[in-house]
C-alpha cells in the first residue's frame, strides 16, 4: 500500500518555473513505477510524465517535453515535477501516482488505469 501526498503547487505567470513534490509512504515506494497526470477545468485527466522505479527510464507527454522533468529520491520517497517554461494551458490539478506492475524494461504505463495509488492533487494555475 502506498499513500501519496502532492505540494507545490500554485498560481504562477506565464514563463515561470514550479517544482511538485509527491511524498509517498509506505516500504515499496522504491519498487513502484511513478506518473503525473493533470486535469485541466473541463478537460479529461491527462498523461503527464512518468518514471520507472530507479529513474532510467522517463516518459513525457509531447504537450510538456522538453519543459517538464520527472525525477526522484528513493531514499527520501519523493517524486518530483520540474515544470518550466509555464503556460496557460498548463493550468490544472497535479495528480501523482504510482504503479506496481512489472512490466519489460524500459516500458513506462501511460494511462490512468494502469496506475494503483493517487494523491489528491494540487492546483495549479498559470495566468498569462
Known amino acids: 500500500q502506498v499513500q501519496l501526498v502532492e505540494s507545490g503547487g500554485g498560481l504562477m505567470q506565464a514563463g515561470d518555473s514550479l517544482r511538485l513534490s509527491c511524498a509517498a509512504s509506505?516500504?515499496?515506494?522504491?519498487?513502484?513505477?511513478m506518473g503525473w497526470f493533470r486535469q485541466g477545468p473541463g478537460k479529461e485527466r491527462e498523461f503527464v510524465a512518468a518514471?520507472?522505479?530507479?529513474?532510467?527510464?522517463?516518459k513525457y507527454a509531447d504537450s510538456v517535453k522538453g519543459r517538464f522533468t520527472i525525477s526522484r529520491d528513493n531514499a527520501k520517497k519523493m517524486a518530483y515535477l520540474q515544470m518550466n517554461s509555464l503556460k496557460p494551458e498548463d493550468t490544472a490539478v497535479y495528480y501523482c501516482?504510482?504503479?506496481?506492475?512489472?512490466?519489460?524494461?524500459?516500458?513506462?504505463?501511460?494511462?490512468?488505469?494502469?496506475?494503483?495509488?493517487w494523491g489528491q492533487g494540487t492546483q495549479v494555475t498559470v495566468s498569462s
Open positions: 501516482a504510482a504503479d506496481l506492475t512489472i512490466y519489460n524494461t524500459g516500458y513506462l504505463p501511460d494511462e490512468e488505469h494502469q496506475y494503483n495509488f
Open positions: 509506505g516500504r515499496t515506494f522504491s519498487m513502484h513505477h
Open positions: 518514471i520507472d522505479w530507479d529513474g532510467s527510464y522517463t
